[in-house]
T-cell receptor, first 111, second 117 residues
Framework: RKEVEQDPGPFNVPEGATVAFNCTYS??????FFWYRQDCRKEPKLLMS?????NEDGRFTAQLNRASQYISLLIRDSKLSDSATYLC????????????WGAGTKLIIKP | ETGVTQTPRHLVMGMTNKKSLKCEQH?????MYWYKQSAKKPLELMFV???????ENNSVPSRFSPECPNSSHLFLHLHTLQPEDSALYLC????????????????FGPGTRLTVL
């Protein structure tokens, strides 16, 4: 089983719609969770951290479910510029510098 | 953005060549990383340098040799590579606090797209 698993997509979504995708992780000692965004042929950039209580940043909402070991990302009122690959990232306790990355979910917003 | 720069951006090399990838960070960070990104696969951490000392080496083949002369510069020396080493090589940096497991955001360079013939 992969340590961090994501649906590779692509998710084809019309502009203005709401889209959500999940990421599951296998290590129950996972401590910190993040969503990174990677545009085509560009480097990954931090989108948002995921807190236990859930958090929102504009149109983006991240949730953590420790019992079921998954995190989610919800994008409301999607824009064409949201088209990208979204990478789920997990930091495991006692592994200071090692982030475990998912392979990413590709999102395509269509006009 | 010029926080983390990488050169060259593209590299084509034969299996018998020797080349080096360069990374420079202008963010005053104390940790630097090399990652390998292959198509449709997760980022693979290769090496970590914290305070100029290598702290992680994820069983990377010896044909990849890192060098960190100071906290701002990181090199990846390549020799006798294999075609399966073709990938995007990403450098990242972060500001880490020793003795804690607090994660700080990693900032990535644009990457070097490597093709091994």
């Amino acid at each position: 089983r992969k340590e961090v698993e994501q649906d590779p997509g692509p998710f084809n979504v019309p502009e203005g719609a709401t889209v959500a995708f999940n990421c599951t992780y296998s290590n129950s000692a996972s401590q910190s969770f993040f969503w990174y965004r990677q545009d085509c042929r560009k480097e990954p950039k931090l989108l948002m951290s995921v807190y236990s209580s859930g958090n929102e940043d504009g149109r983006f909402t991240a949730q953590l479910n420790r019992a079921s070991q998954y995190i989610s990302l919800l994008i409301r009122d999607s824009k064409l510029s949201d088209s990208a690959t979204y990478l789920c990232v997990v930091n495991v306790e006692d592994s200071n510098y090692q982030l475990i990355w998912g392979a990413g979910t590709k999102l395509i917003i269509k006009p | 953005e010029t926080g983390v720069t990488q050169t060259p951006r593209h590299l084509v090399m034969g299996m018998t060549n020797k080349k080096s990838l360069k990374c420079e960070q202008h963010l005053g960070h104390n940790a630097m990383y090399w990652y390998k990104q292959s198509a449709k696969k997760p980022l693979e951490l290769m090496f970590v340098y914290n305070f100029k000392e290598q702290t992680e080496n994820n069983s990377v083949p010896s044909r990849f040799s890192p060098e960190c002369p100071n906290s701002s510069h990181l090199f990846l020396h390549l020799h006798t590579l294999q075609p399966e080493d073709s990938a995007l090589y990403l450098c990242a940096s972060s500001q880490d606090r020793p003795g804690t497991s607090v994660y700080n955001e990693q900032f990535f360079g644009p990457g070097t797209r490597l093709t091994v013939l």
